[in-house]
T-cell receptor
Framework: KAGVTQTPRYLIKTRGQQVTLSCSPI?????VSWYQQTPGQGLQFLFE???????NKGNFPGRFSGRQFSNSRSEMNVSTLELGDSALYLC??????????????FGPGTRLTVL | GNSVTQMEGPVTLSEEAFLTINCTYT??????LFWYVQYPGEGLQLLLK?????DKGSNKGFEATYRKETTSFHLEKGSVQVSDSAVYFC??????????FGTGTRLQVTL
């Protein structure tokens, strides 16, 4: 079974631009979560989608948004990029979402650099 | 809110040495606990997990026991190898399925 895939793997943007990252979960998984990893803040939860609905959201500004499609693939969008948005963005999929224990499987990440 | 505290790194060990990476947590209710490992340039891989008190998770020679009385989930391995060099993250999952991570501990194993 194929793992979680993320595209693109690397991205360079300039301040003020917007960016869209894509995540394809493991086949049969219906929940997708996004995390931001930076040297200063570590790993922080962005949001979780299940059945095309956002179920949980972290403490990020409204410039960060996401969506999930009927095939469970997910995209996240960052508008009006800032230098501080430079990070590794990780996507994780699990069988189901919401409350309780759900083992999450991570993709390789998208490395975003904002110049 | 939930939080995870793990020991600062880097931890430098000689091959075949004993490894302990400390992890303590704060959470309401009964969280599930995890150790993830990240190799350079890669995403996170689940190393082991424990879903209730006194559970012991184990994988590839690594072990950790869910201690509710001390709110700890320390990672141990009896004999480390150079290939174990990576960053290790302790994490918990509470009533919501999102993961709360510690800051990570870099392990470097030398010959």
């Amino acid at each position: 079974k194929a793992g979680v895939t993320q595209t693109p793997r690397y991205l360079i943007k300039t301040r003020g631009q917007q960016v869209t990252l894509s995540c394809s979960p493991i086949s049969g998984h219906r929940s997708v979560s996004w995390y931001q990893q930076t040297p200063g803040q570590g790993l922080q939860f962005l949001f979780e989608y299940f059945s095309e609905t956002q179920r949980n959201k972290g403490n990020f500004p409204g410039r960060f948004s996401g969506r999930q499609f009927s095939n469970s693939r997910s995209e996240m969008n960052v508008s009006t990029l800032e230098l501080g948005d430079s990070a590794l963005y990780l996507c994780a999929s699990s069988l189901r979402g919401g409350q309780g224990y759900n083992e999450q499987f991570f993709g390789p990440g998208t490395r975003l650099t904002v110049l | 809110g939930n939080s995870v505290t793990q020991m600062e790194g880097p931890v430098t060990l000689s091959e075949e040495a004993f490894l302990t990476i400390n992890c303590t947590y704060t959470a309401t209710g009964y969280p599930s606990l995890f150790w993830y490992v990240q190799y350079p340039g890669e995403g996170l891989q689940l190393l082991l997990k424990a879903t209730k008190a006194d559970d012991k998770g184990s994988n590839k020679g690594f072990e950790a026991t869910y201690r509710k009385e001390t709110t700890s989930f320390h990672l141990e391995k009896g004999s480390v190898q150079v290939s174990d060099s990576a960053v290790y993250f302790c994490a918990l999952s509470g009533t919501a399925s999102k993961l709360t991570f510690g800051t990570g501990t870099r392990l470097q194993v030398t010959l």
